[in-house]
C-alpha cells in the first residue's frame, strides 16, 4: 500500500517522469515523516470528512423538507376528513313565504354536510349574489356561536371525536349548547371551600357538613363531583346507598387508614344527610350565580323533583333505672392502653358522666373547657351556631361526678377532661365509645344496642316519669329551645337552680348512697 503527500509547492497534474517535489512514501515509512507533514495530511482528511458530512446533510434535510410536506398534507387531510368544520349557510330552496331565509351553520365530519338551525333570518339586502351572508354584525354573533362549537368539541371530546357519528356529533352540539348550569363546577371543591370559611364562626355545623361530604364522595368513589351530576336520580340512588350498610375508611388518632363498617341509616340519618347536601347546593348556587346581573352558572335544582325524607319518630333510647344504675357501677373489664383503661371502662364512665351532667353529648365532653366554682359551663355544640345565646348551659357538677372528673381530668388545664389527648378527633372518640358501650350490653346481657344517646334519653324518661319534673323543666335542662317560646324566653332571665334542682332529683332516684356500694367499685371510681 502507498500513500502519497502532495505539498504546496507542488504542481499537480504534471508528468510524473518529470523531475517535481514529490515524495512516495509507503506505509511502513509514514511514521518517519516530519511532524509538519502529518498535520498537513490530517488537515486534508479533515476537509475530505467536511465535504462529505456537509453533503450528507444537505441531501438529509432535503428528504426530511419533502417528508414535512407530506405531514403537512396529511394532517390538513386527516383534519378535513377527521375533525369538525363550520361555515355559515343560508340555502336559496328555504326562502319563506314572507321572504326571509332562515340562517344556520354547516357543519362538516367525515365528508359528511350536516346543519345546525340558529334563531336567525335574514332579507335578500342582507345577501350576496351567491346567497352568502353580508351583514357583518350578523357575522360576529354566529362566529361566536362557530367558536362555542370548536371550544366544546375541544374540550369535551378531544381525540374521542372519532368515536361520534355526524348524526352523533350534531346531537351532542345541541345538547351541550341548550341552556343549563355550567359543567366547569366541581362540587366537592366547592363544597370544602364553603366548610372552611363557615368554620371559625360554625365549627360543628362546618363538622357535620363535612361528614356529609365525606359520605357523598364515598358514594362516587372519587373526590371530583362536577355540580350538572348533581340531579334527582342521583340523589334517589344516593338515598338507597345511605339505607344499606356499607364499609367505609378513615384515619385513625394515628393519621393510619383504617376501614369501618357503617350501619345503615334511620330515618333521621337519612333526612339529615340530604338535607346537608341540599345547604351546600344552595350555597353553591348563591356562589355561582348573580341575579342582579343575569348571570346563572346553576340553573337545574335537583331537590325540584326529590322530596328530603322526614324524620320519622325514632326508637325511644332510654333505660330504665335499674339498668342506668348497672352500667354505671359495672365492675372494672380487663384494663388495656396508654391511659389504663379500655373501651368497656372509658364508655361505663363517660356515660356516667354523661348521666351525671344532664345528659351531655359526648361532642361536649370532649371539647369542654371550663370548669370553675362547682360548674361545668358550656356551648351545646349541636346548637350553637343557630342560637341567639349560643346554646349556653351551665351544670353544677354533683359529688357522683367527682370521681370521674378526677380520673379523666387534663392536666395541661387546655380543656376539661383528657378525652382529646387519648383521641385525635371527636369521630374517633364517640365510635369507641359506642363500641364500649355495645360490649357492655353483651356483658349485662341487654338487649339494646347500646349507644351514647341513651344517657341523654335515659336522663329525660326518668326526670319526667319518675321524678315528676315538669316537661318544661326537662325541655330547659337538656338545652332546647321552644320556637314558640322563643319572645318569652328573652324575657326571662335563666335560673340554673332549675337545672340543678331537677339533676340532684334524678341522681338521688338512680343512685344508691356510697355506702351502699360495693367498696371496691368506690375505690375503683376514685383511682
Known amino acids: 500500500m502507498v500513500a502519497r503527500v502532495v505539498r504546496d509547492d507542488e504542481v499537480v497534474g504534471s508528468n510524473p517522469a518529470t523531475p517535481t517535489k514529490q515524495k512516495t512514501l509507503n506505509i511502513n515509512t509514514l511514521k518517519s515523516i516530519s511532524r509538519t507533514e502529518r498535520l498537513f495530511f490530517s488537515r486534508k482528511i479533515c476537509k475530505i470528512t467536511t465535504f462529505l458530512s456537509t453533503f450528507v446533510m444537505k441531501c438529509f434535510t432535503n428528504v426530511l423538507r419533502k417528508l414535512k410536506c407530506f405531514t403537512i398534507v396529511l394532517r390538513k387531510f386527516i383534519k378535513l376528513t377527521t375533525m369538525a368544520t363550520f361555515s355559515l349557510s343560508v340555502l336559496k330552496h328555504q326562502k319563506r313565504s314572507d321572504g326571509k331565509f332562515p340562517v344556520s351553520i354547516r357543519m362538516t365530519f367525515k365528508r359528511t354536510a350536516l346543519y345546525l338551525k340558529t334563531e336567525y333570518y335574514v332579507g335578500e339586502k342582507q ?42 356529533l350534531k ?133 325540584t323533583n326529590y322530596e328530603i325524607p322526614p324524620k320519622k319518630n325514632t326508637k325511644h333510647r332510654n333505660l330504665d333505672i335499674k339498668t342506668v344504675n348497672a352500667i354505671i357501677y359495672c365492675p372494672d373489664m380487663a384494663v388495656s392502653g396508654s391511659h389504663g383503661t379500655n373501651r368497656s371502662n372509658l364508655a361505663r364512665d363517660v356515660f356516667a358522666l354523661s348521666f351525671f351532667l344532664v345528659g351531655m353529648n359526648t361532642v361536649d365532653l370532649y371539647k369542654v373547657n371550663e370548669y370553675k366554682n362547682g360548674r361545668i359551663n358550656y356551648n351545646r355544640s349541636k346548637t350553637e351556631d343557630r342560637r341567639d345565646d349560643g346554646a349556653l348551659i351551665s351544670i353544677k357538677v354533683e359529688s357522683e361526678a367527682v370521681p370521674f372528673i378526677n380520673k379523666y381530668r387534663d392536666k395541661t388545664g387546655e380543656r376539661v377532661f383528657c378525652f382529646y389527648q387519648m383521641y385525635s378527633t371527636m369521630e374517633n372518640f364517640n365510635l369507641a365509645i359506642n363500641k364500649g358501650l355495645k360490649q357492655i350490653a353483651k356483658e349485662l346481657e341487654l338487649t339494646d ?79
Open 449 to 527: 344496642q347500646l349507644s351514647s344517646y341513651y344517657s341523654r334519653h335515659s336522663w329525660a324518661t326518668i326526670a319526667r316519669n319518675n321524678c315528676g319534673i315538669s316537661k318544661d323543666d326537662v325541655h330547659m335542662a337538656l338545652n332546647h329551645v321552644d320556637e314558640d317560646m322563643k319572645i318569652t324566653d328573652i324575657y326571662i332571665a335563666k335560673d340554673w337552680s332549675i337545672i340543678d334542682n331537677a339533676n340532684r332529683k334524678v341522681i338521688d332516684c338512680v343512685c344508691p348512697t356510697l355506702k351502699d356500694i360495693d367498696p371496691e367499685i368506690v375505690s375503683q371510681l376514685i383511682e
Open 171 to 303: 346531537e351532542f352540539l345541541i345538547k351541550s349548547t341548550k341552556p343549563g348550569s355550567d359543567d366547569t363546577i366541581d362540587f366537592v371543591a366547592f363544597s370544602r371551600t364553603h366548610i372552611e370559611r363557615i368554620k371559625p364562626k360554625q365549627k360543628s355545623r362546618a363538622s357535620v357538613l363535612q361528614r356529609t361530604l365525606n359520605s357523598f364522595i364515598d358514594y362516587f368513589g372519587r373526590d371530583k363531583i362536577s355540580i350538572t351530576e348533581i340531579t334527582s336520580k342521583i340523589l334517589q340512588e344516593y338515598q338507597v346507598y345511605l339505607l344499606n350498610p356499607r364499609t367505609i375508611i378513615r384515619q385513625n388518632q394515628y393519621g393510619k387508614d383504617v376501614t369501618y363498617n357503617k350501619p345503615a341509616c334511620i330515618s333521621a340519618g337519612i333526612h339529615d344527610y340530604m338535607g346537608n347536601i341540599r345547604t351546600l347546593f344552595n350555597a353553591a348556587k348563591i356562589e355561582f350565580n348573580d341575579d342582579d346581573k343575569g348571570e346563572m352558572r346553576i340553573i337545574h335544582n335537583p331537590f
Open 127 to 168: 345577501l350576496d349574489n351567491e346567497y352568502n351572508l353580508k351583514d357583518r354584525f350578523l357575522i360576529r354573533l354566529l362566529n361566536k356561536k362557530i367558536e362555542l362549537y370548536e371550544d366544546i368539541i375541544a374540550r369535551k371530546l378531544g381525540n374521542n371525536i372519532d368515536k361520534y357519528t355526524p348524526a352523533e
